[in-house]
């Protein structure tokens, strides 16, 4: 069965993890950027955490990655609280795509995908055991459309063709939950729907932070605001985006409104609702 077919294949048959929050405080010096944060992404459905910048996303997918240990709060995957899991199966279940993909080495395509096989591989990293490693990387090369660029340098790139090779590096871990930050930064239009589509087709536990609000609407099952490091509402896409809470969140009058093509919701927007945030 390939990587595709086995994620599509645990969706079917609700073989998915439950991703949750308690209480979750993180303090920067004198500082709290987050403030007894609670969130549950639901197995196999796609959860938004939206939010203005500077409204704490990135440090709560730090924290729902085990990048940071927050102050105060438990994190649980399948129940099982995060922090009591070995480093190399949290690498096996939780994965995250950061906003800014980076290297100092300048590693082909194939190379920086074949990194994500690392937690598979033996304690001296070793390959033997990763007998799958080979056909993973290669289809999801074909997944992410780089199998073209597999022998590029990561430095003759562009800003979305880095973005994709490291969603690919992500996916070929074969994550039981994706965690994903800004992941639409430095792709045209297309690219963004093509990406969404293919973490939505995977049907994967999935948190992502997003400013679009319209990809949001179209591409989430659920969201989660945050707005100075506290949750300012939660709930599926059409419960949770209210106009009064994205007056109050974002500082502009808008509302959701049925798609006039599509069987979802979309953004309607007037404008600012007082000035600048």
Do not use: I
């Not at 995977?202 to 949001?216: K, P, Q, R, S």
């Not at 985006?241 to 069987?263: D, I, K």
Request: hydrophobic residues 40%; glycine residues 12%; charged residues 25%.
């Amino acid at each position: 069965m390939s990587h595709r077919e086995n994620c599509v294949h645990r969706a079917a048959h609700g073989d998915l993890l439950e991703v949750t929050a308690e209480g979750v405080t993180v303090r920067l010096g004198d500082r709290t950027v987050l403030d007894s944060v609670g969130l549950r992404a639901a197995g196999g459905r796609v959860t938004g955490l939206l939010g203005p910048n500077g409204s704490g996303k990135t440090t709560l997918l730090h924290v729902l990655a085990g990048l940071r240990r927050p102050d105060a709060g438990v994190v649980r995957v399948g129940g099982t609280d995060l922090r009591s899991l070995p480093d190399r199966r949290r690498a096996r279940t939780v994965a995250l795509v950061e906003q800014h993909a980076a290297t100092t080495v300048d590693l082909t395509v194939r190379e920086v995908v074949t990194l994500g096989r690392l937690p598979h591989r033996g304690r001296l990293g070793g390959a033997a055991r990763d007998t799958r490693g080979a056909d993973v990387v290669e289809e999801v090369l074909e997944m992410v459309g780089l199998a073209p660029l597999a022998e590029r340098l990561w430095g003759t790139l562009s800003g979305g063709e880095r973005q994709r090779a490291h969603l690919g590096r992500t996916l070929a871990q074969e994550p039981e939950v994706l965690l994903l930050d800004e992941p639409t930064n430095h792709l045209d239009l297309g690219q963004q729907l093509r990406f969404l589509s293919l973490v939505r087709e995977l049907g994967l536990t999935a948190v992502a932070a997003l400013h679009d609000l319209e990809l949001a609407a179209a591409f989430c099952d659920d969201v989660v605001v945050l707005d100075g490091g506290r949750v300012r509402g939660d709930g599926t896409v059409g419960d949770a985006l209210t106009a009064p809470l994205l007056g109050e969140v974002y500082g502009v009058e808008a509302s959701l409104a049925p798609h006039p093509r599509l069987p979802r919701q979309h953004l309607v927007w007037d404008g600012p609702s007082g000035g600048p945030r």
